[in-house]
């Protein structure tokens, strides 16, 4: 009509009124993804609600901001120990600024149809990570969090079934001090859920966590995007979902790439940006290994 004729004129483009008037998200070459992955992302949005579960009847707090997909042949609370899980963190103070973020995937094998069309080289491409589960609050303390997390990794699924990937910085320092203590010490923690990276190229050892240094915008433009393309990481819930059609790429006044976001906030993205470095790390493998063992011989 003529109102969007002229007032596409105004803003400059029918990409940006679309973005404007809320029809579309960010776009454009500083968008992660074009519109073909955008719709398959938004087609493939579930609802996620707050469950119950008995595995968090020790928290002296609420935990409602923990919220699960609710499609039974993805997530079966009465199967979960069954299930091979994926957790990654995205760490706050708690201050009602940025978000805390724990977002949970379920290892599963690719569909047979999509097996067969690809023909993978190796084990490991056969695999999928599926999103099931996520948690996210800005008011909880770090010591809160440690407490949450335990009860996910070692009440409610199989701790020798769970890897952590956890951004190794302040928060993630703090995360880890405070664990071996939850619930006045009275726990079966152990560090053996954590991913382990080398923290500088110089090391000579892995360690537990993933340390991002100035290269991070690599991560996202490589293992990220591909993750996401080729389907090792397939994504339900909606907060997510929206958050990556917002993440655009910005250049710094020093002429260096970074990546945020446009508007709102980035703690959930950035979760999967993180774990998107995990496909080639040892303890994943391990995982798929200990799957097909126990499942596929």
Not at 1 to 30: A, H, R, V
Not at 103 to 127: A, G, P, S
Not at 246 to 259: L, S
Request: glycine share 6%.
């Amino acid at each position: 009509n003529n109102w969007q004729e002229e007032e596409t004129k105004l803003i400059g483009s029918p990409e940006l009124f679309d973005q404007e008037y809320g029809l579309n998200f960010t776009s454009g070459n500083k968008i992660l993804f074009g519109k073909e992955i955008i719709d398959e992302l938004k087609s493939q949005q579930m609802p996620f609600d707050y469950m119950e579960l008995p595995g968090f009847g020790k928290l002296p707090f609420p935990y409602d901001s923990m919220k699960w997909i609710k499609d039974i042949n993805i997530f079966n609370p009465l199967k979960v120990k069954d299930y091979y899980i994926l957790i990654s963190l995205d760490l706050a103070e708690g201050l009602a600024k940025d978000y805390s973020v724990i977002n949970i995937f379920r290892l599963m094998l690719r569909d047979k149809d999509e097996i067969e069309k690809y023909k993978y080289d190796n084990l490991y491409d056969l695999f999928k990570l599926e999103q099931i589960g996520l948690y996210r609050s800005n008011v909880y303390s770090i010591r809160e969090i440690a407490h949450i997390l335990y009860c996910i990794c070692f009440e409610i699924f199989d701790p020798e079934k769970v890897k952590v990937n956890l951004e190794y910085n302040m928060f993630g320092g703090e995360l880890l001090t405070q664990l071996p203590h939850v619930f006045n010490d009275e726990n079966q923690y152990s560090n053996h859920i954590f991913l382990r990276y080398k923290h500088n190229r110089e090391d000579t050892g892995a360690r537990i966590g993933l340390k991002l240094n100035k290269d991070k915008h690599l991560i996202i433009d490589k293992e990220f995007q591909q993750a996401i393309k080729q389907r090792k990481m397939i994504l339900h819930n909606e907060i997510n979902i929206k958050e990556i059609t917002t993440f655009v790429k910005h250049e710094t006044a020093a002429g260096n790439i970074t990546y945020k976001a446009e508007s709102g906030n980035d703690d959930v993205v950035m979760t999967t940006v993180t774990l998107s470095c995990c496909f080639d790390n040892v303890g994943y493998k391990n995982l798929i290994d200990l799957y097909v063992n126990c499942n596929l011989q």
